[in-house]
């Protein structure tokens, strides 16, 4: 337990004292801002009766017990792989997700005006996308400007004339909020084509409850679930197809900035989580791309943003989209969430025209305000707006442009000047808004709480047709230590948002709704090509940084001792080593100069070198493994990124000293070599077995049928094969050094040799285990051809057919055995071109789909 001079307290103490601690702990807010933590906002009142219980059940070590729970939530978040990508750090794309130990709690009051102001919200939204694509009557008459709507990029004229199912435009909103030096919360900005934050949310709401359970039963905080079934719910009744939908999560990619929370709102919903080449149009239709053939989709959840939809409408460079899909939105065969052409919604200079535009279509008055907006492309509004630059906050009118907001209050006068001419060049690019010092939410330091500031995102849902419910929480974002701008892409942190109810606590769960034990014992999870085909390449880099490793080591050790070796081996070496991607082709052979050899093997090491080494094929295996981050575990994926980082430091810090580099390589190869038998182990016993883990097999004893069969056909003809030292090194090559010397001792002759390595049954190692393996695993993939996989096996040698007496030509006389000799490297190089044949046979029938009609071949 962490040691803490912090004070503690008992846990039946009253209230009253625990506020009056937190009161003495707590630096005020900033002045002009409210206080989250204090009656009123107001840095001169207590602890709010709320913010009392919630410390009052802290329990018997109060807030010395604090930091031993921060550091508790620090480790579950890194046990639970949860990242974010920020664009600002040039150092690392992806950082720990960060989250404060305070949740924000919302009163029942609070809650209730916030829920009504954003359910009014969405259904104006709504309303105004189904005017805008259809009659737009808001244009004629005036109540918005025509260069804000059609001028805007996100404005999608394919859209025109379309009505969605059940007329909902939007299925998932979210609403950024702040709340006021007088308490008032403010309409920020929307979020309407693929809002971020629900995944991130629910992983915060399970990592603060834990933290702090008894707070979070005893305090009536609603729970998340029913909104969340809900949206399940809803979607399959909007879908062409009702309950027997095919929901789908649509993804940029795992190098997206919030990729963890598309993988985690996926698994904790139930969805296949895809990406758009996953997808394919036949007959105006979106079918998912399985190793069971095309399967009809019929609901995509989308987390990209319109214009990437469809690279045949939208934008052409876009490797993103799936070509055709808005022809299958037309045509109402899938239904997207959201229907594409929200993008306007999102310009902050829509807001200073909603108030009129709630009028003509709802007939209400706004119930929650936005801040004051100034358009600079009308001139009345340039006029209004120029001088409050100081007090303001200036944004770009076009979402997507890319350019950040300035804060005027933190400008100069000169700074006010420059951006005053910008605007008058092009007045249509700004939008000028007023400045709202944001509230200050109380969060942990350590030794104190310390105010920071805060902006509130909360979700609608659509239920059902033009309907929706706002989810009980959101996800609260908190600006870095001294600044004023909430982001998570500049550096900041999040926080839980408890809301607090008077009645019954919805104990909703997703289980309650899930398919029966029977059913989903029946069901075979579906597995996307693209998982497939990264599991095989998973598979493969595995099995080749493994062998990468085990040459480079075999290659040092021949090299570093006191005898370099034959030079029968150290050629077999050098064509090995250069045929595998360990030193270039004209890095001099070892047998011609074995220093400079040696020198060229440890400097290609590392994953920066031009050659393809155990440093470049660690690094593509961790790439493998980021595309099925959702297939594997999480102590998979930290062996994998462990394996790859320290590897990568060991090459970086190696001696410039010949000598002492050469060993400092060893040892880390043997570092690497048991961290990459822990991923294998992983592989091998913690994955499911279904056709999605056969495939990384498959790829496994692909690469390792191809690569030892090589090496072995090298050593024959090399003559490495024929005397002692080659032997001892072609055993470790084949990892069989210890199994071979338990059976055959002291024997180094053919016999012996092509038994262990060519036609031994029991070593995983040896080709026709690995070729009987082969079989075993393609005969249990579906059949993607109408005789089977039976094509893909006829291609394979047949080990049965192999006899080791006339393989090793021991009984012949010269001329037979140079007829053994030949027939065994026959042998040897059609598993190889087996192997390979076999690579390419695979990706065409299973991954690319190039041939497939356009329904599923189980249909």
């Not at 037309?330 to 239904?335: F, I, M, Q, T």
């Not at 919604?345 to 709802?362: C, D, H, K, Q, T």
Request: aromatic fraction near 8%.
């Amino acid at each position: 337990m962490i040691k803490t001079s912090l004070p503690l307290f008992d846990g039946d103490a009253p209230p009253a004292s625990v506020s009056a601690l937190a009161d003495s702990l707590a630096l005020p807010a900033s002045p002009g801002h409210f206080d989250e933590l204090r009656v009123s906002g107001s840095a001169s009142e207590p602890p709010a009766p709320h913010w009392g219980q919630f410390f009052d059940h802290l329990g018997f070590e109060g807030f010395g017990d604090l930091n031993r729970r921060r550091q508790s939530l620090e480790q579950q978040l890194r046990d639970n792989g949860v990242t974010y990508n920020v664009y600002a750090d040039e150092h690392s794309q992806q950082r720990p997700w960060s989250l404060d130990l305070f949740p924000m709690i919302l009163t029942p009051a609070d809650w209730s005006s916030i829920e009504a102001g954003v359910l009014q919200r969405t259904r104006l939204l709504n309303r105004m996308l189904a005017d805008i694509y259809g009659p737009q009557d808001l244009i004629r008459q005036g109540l918005i400007p025509p260069a804000l709507i059609q001028g805007q990029p996100g404005y999608l004229r394919p859209m025109v004339g379309v009505t969605p199912p059940g007329d909902t435009w939007l299925h998932i909103a979210a609403f950024d909020l702040a709340r006021g030096p007088d308490g008032q919360w403010w309409v920020v900005s929307h979020r309407t084509q693929a809002p971020s934050g629900l995944g991130y949310l629910l992983e915060n709401r399970i990592a603060i409850s834990r933290q702090f359970p008894k707070a979070f039963s005893e305090m009536r905080v609603q729970r998340l679930a029913a909104s969340y079934k809900g949206l399940m719910q809803g979607l399959a009744r909007l879908s062409p197809k009702g309950r027997d939908a095919r929901i789908a999560l649509l993804t940029p990619g795992p190098y997206n900035e919030t990729y963890f929370e598309h993988a985690y709102l996926a698994r904790y919903l139930g969805l296949n989580l895809v990406e758009g080449s996953d997808l394919t149009v036949r007959d105006r239709r979106v079918f998912l791309k399985t190793l069971n053939g095309l399967e009809p989709v019929d609901v995509l959840i989308k987390r990209l943003d319109d214009q990437w939809l469809d690279p045949l409408e939208l934008r052409s460079d876009s490797a993103l989209g799936i070509p055709g899909l808005m022809q299958a939105v037309r045509a109402g065969h899938v239904l997207l969430a959201n229907a594409p052409g929200s993008g306007p919604l999102e310009s902050s200079a829509l807001l200073g025209f909603l108030p009129a535009v709630s009028e003509a279509l709802l007939g209400e008055s706004l119930a929650l305000p936005s801040l004051a907006t100034w358009w600079c492309g009308e001139a009345a509004s340039m006029q209004s707006g120029l001088p409050l630059l100081k007090q303001s906050v200036i944004k770009s009118t076009w979402l997507n442009r890319g350019s950040e907001a300035v804060i005027g209050p933190s400008l100069s006068a000169s700074g006010v000047d420059q951006l005053t001419g910008r605007i008058v060049r092009q007045p249509d690019e700004y939008t000028i808004q007023a400045y709202l010092p944001l509230s200050e939410q109380p969060t942990w330091r350590g030794n104190d709480i310390a105010p920071r500031a805060a902006m509130l995102r909360v979700f609608a849902l659509a239920d059902g047709p033009q309907s929706w419910r706002v989810l009980p929480g959101g996800m609260v974002r908190l600006a870095p230590r001294g600044e004023r701008i909430a982001s998570m892409q500049r550096g900041g942190s999040s926080a839980d948002c408890w809301v607090l109810t008077e009645g019954e606590v919805d104990r909703t769960s997703l289980l309650t709704s899930a398919p029966s034990t029977l059913s989903l014992a029946l069901q075979k999870r579906v597995v996307t090509s693209r998982s497939a085909e990264n599991l095989f390449w998973l598979g493969r880099y595995t099995e080749r940084a493994e062998n990468s490793l085990r040459l480079a080591r075999t290659a040092l050790r021949c090299l570093q001792g006191e005898d370099e070796g034959t030079p029968e081996l150290l050629h077999w070496l050098s064509v090995t080593a250069k045929a595998n991607g360990l030193v270039l082709p004209s890095v001099p052979d070892a047998h011609q100069s074995p220093r400079v050899f040696e020198r060229s093997l440890v400097a290609m090491l590392e994953a920066d070198s031009n050659a393809q080494s155990v440093g470049y094929n660690l690094r593509a295996l961790r790439f493998a493994a980021n595309n099925v981050r959702e297939r594997l575990s999480q102590e998979q994926r930290n062996l994998i990124e462990r394996v790859e980082s320290e590897f990568a430091a060991q090459m970086k810090g190696l001696s410039e000293d010949d000598e002492f580099a050469t060993q400092e390589a060893l040892d880390a190869l043997e570092e690497t070599s048991e961290l990459l038998s822990a991923i294998t182990g992983a592989q091998t016993d913690r994955m499911m077995r279904d056709d999605g883990w056969r495939m990384l097999s498959i790829g496994r004893h692909i690469e390792r049928l191809a690569t030892l069969s090589d090496a072995l056909a090298e050593a024959l003809q090399t003559g490495a094969a024929y005397e002692n030292s080659g032997v001892e090194a072609l055993l470790a090559f084949f990892d069989s050094t210890i199994t071979f010397h338990a059976q055959y001792q002291q024997r180094r002759d053919m016999v012996a040799l092509l038994d262990m390595l060519v036609v031994e049954r029991d070593n995983p190692r040896s080709l026709a285990w690995v070729l009987s393996t082969l079989r075993s695993r393609i005969k249990k993939l579906p059949s993607a051809h109408h005789a089977g996989t039976e094509p893909l096996l006829q291609s394979l040698p047949d080990p049965d057919a192999w006899d080791l007496i006339a393989l090793s030509g021991e009984l012949s006389g010269p001329a037979g055995q140079q007829a053994a000799y030949l027939s065994l490297l026959e042998i040897l190089q059609s598993c190889t071109q087996a192997a390979y044949e076999l690579s390419d046979r695979l990706g065409h029938l299973y991954f690319s789909h190039a041939d497939r009609i356009n329904r599923s071949f189980l249909i």
